[in-house]
């Protein structure tokens, strides 16, 4: 326990009768990038919010550095930072005089606003007035006040919401270099699959209010066991051939599917085809993708 950042207790929100977060014990590690994954409207915000002392849970409890969030929320906040949904900034103020700002009211060391924008790679661009920022760059300036205070936790909401592709490769190698070059643990919510799966060491995949799976990111990878894709010129004939030597394929548009993907079965299954005069157009290895896992780990077929 002593080496969770955070842990939640049966964590519960209703309002009125629905339920958006539904006893969720999430537990994350300190030093880890934590990856909240889950559709929008799933209880990914609502929990942020109450992990923030934003809102209060109806029930459950929340442990933050190993204190309990309802007496120690002043002392706990105080080593975290965070930035939920989008970026609060002055539009007619530069980002230099954003992050001086909010220095001053902290009272925080001078020092630090160069820091910080050092770590976003902020600084060549710290005279310009922040409303003629891009959207990366605001998003970088938020992430740069949320990091003033040196925190010891970051959590961070959808970070790459609404960026080109390019902002996101930005956000997500700023994320990916804090807790090796700052020590920070890094809780990050997104309902992006992809960018979850190139950031997170630990990954808890939340579906209407319940968290359904939770390991790390590697435990994740592991369910995506790949499957054989066969391309041929006649899809029936050769899934009767196959079928007749005691396999079982499945025809999926008008290509056959096996779930055994080693070299010799490969060979195995091409020289069948061949002899039986199918024409094998292609033999591939094809692995699951993470939404593919996430529909099973559901058992849904709703898409992100």
Same mark, same amino acid.
């Given at each position: 326990?002593?080496?969770?950042?955070?842990?939640?207790?049966?964590?519960?929100?209703?309002?009125?009768?629905?339920?958006?977060?539904?006893?969720?014990?999430?537990?994350?590690?300190?030093?880890?990038?934590?990856?909240?994954?889950?559709?929008?409207?799933?209880?990914?915000?609502?929990?942020?919010?109450?992990?923030?002392?934003?809102?209060?849970?109806?029930?459950?409890?929340?442990?933050?550095?190993?204190?309990?969030?309802?007496?120690?929320?002043?002392?706990?906040?105080?080593?975290?930072?965070?930035?939920?949904?989008?970026?609060?900034?002055?539009?007619?103020?530069?980002?230099?005089?954003?992050? $001086?700002?909010?220095?001053?009211?902290?009272? *925080? #060391?001078? !020092?630090?606003?160069?820091? /910080? &924008?050092?770590?976003?790679? %902020?600084?060549?661009?710290?005279?310009?007035?922040?409303?003629?920022?891009?959207?990366?760059?605001?998003?970088?300036?938020?992430?740069?006040?949320?990091?003033?205070?040196?925190?010891?936790?970051?959590?961070?909401?959808?970070?790459?919401?609404?960026?080109?592709?390019?902002?996101?490769? $930005?956000?997500?190698?700023?994320?990916?270099? *804090? #807790?090796? !070059?700052?020590?920070?643990? /890094? &809780?990050?919510?997104?309902? %992006?699959?992809?960018?979850?799966?190139?950031?997170?060491?630990?990954?808890?995949?939340?579906?209407?209010?319940?968290?359904?799976?939770?390991?790390?990111?590697?435990?994740?990878?592991?369910?995506?066991?790949?499957?054989?894709?066969?391309?041929?010129?006649?899809?029936?004939?050769?899934?009767?051939?196959?079928?007749?030597?005691?396999?079982? #394929?499945?025809?999926?548009?008008?290509?056959?599917?096996?779930?055994?993907?080693?070299?010799?079965?490969?060979?195995?299954?091409?020289?069948?085809?061949?002899?039986?005069?199918?024409?094998?157009?292609?033999?591939?290895?094809?692995?699951?993708?993470?939404?593919?896992?996430?529909?099973?780990?559901?058992?849904?077929?709703?898409?992100?």
């Amino acid at each position: 326990m002593k080496d969770l950042v955070i842990s939640t207790n049966n964590l519960t929100k209703k309002y009125k009768k629905n339920t958006s977060v539904d006893g969720i014990n999430l537990n994350m590690q300190r030093g880890e990038i934590y990856g909240f994954l889950g559709p929008n409207g799933a209880g990914k915000t609502t929990t942020i919010r109450m992990l923030l002392g934003l809102i209060k849970p109806t029930k459950g409890f929340i442990q933050i550095f190993g204190q309990d969030l309802k007496q120690n929320r002043i002392g706990i906040l105080q080593r975290v930072g965070s930035l939920v949904e989008s970026p609060s900034y002055y539009g007619n103020l530069t980002g230099f005089e954003n992050l $001086e700002t909010v220095r001053r009211l902290r009272g *925080l #060391p001078e !020092k630090r606003v160069h820091e /910080v &924008l050092e770590v976003v790679r %902020l600084n060549k661009v710290s005279n310009r007035l922040a409303k003629e920022y891009s959207l990366g760059m605001k998003q970088r300036l938020g992430i740069a006040t949320a990091l003033l205070s040196n925190p010891d936790l970051l959590i961070l909401d959808e970070p790459t919401n609404g960026l080109d592709p390019a902002g996101i490769q $930005e956000i997500r190698e700023l994320i990916k270099e *804090l #807790p090796k !070059k700052q020590g920070m643990s /890094v &809780l990050i919510s997104s309902h %992006l699959l992809s960018e979850i799966d190139q950031m997170a060491t630990q990954v808890g995949i939340i579906n209407e209010g319940k968290l359904i799976f939770q390991d790390s990111i590697e435990k994740l990878r592991q369910k995506r066991k790949p499957l054989l894709r066969i391309a041929v010129n006649n899809a029936h004939e050769a899934n009767s051939i196959l079928k007749s030597k005691g396999l079982t #394929p499945k025809l999926h548009n008008e290509a056959l599917w096996i779930s055994q993907t080693e070299p010799e079965f490969v060979s195995e299954i091409n020289s069948i085809l061949v002899h039986s005069g199918v024409s094998v157009y292609r033999l591939e290895e094809v692995k699951k993708t993470l939404e593919d896992i996430f529909l099973d780990i559901t058992g849904k077929g709703a898409s992100l």
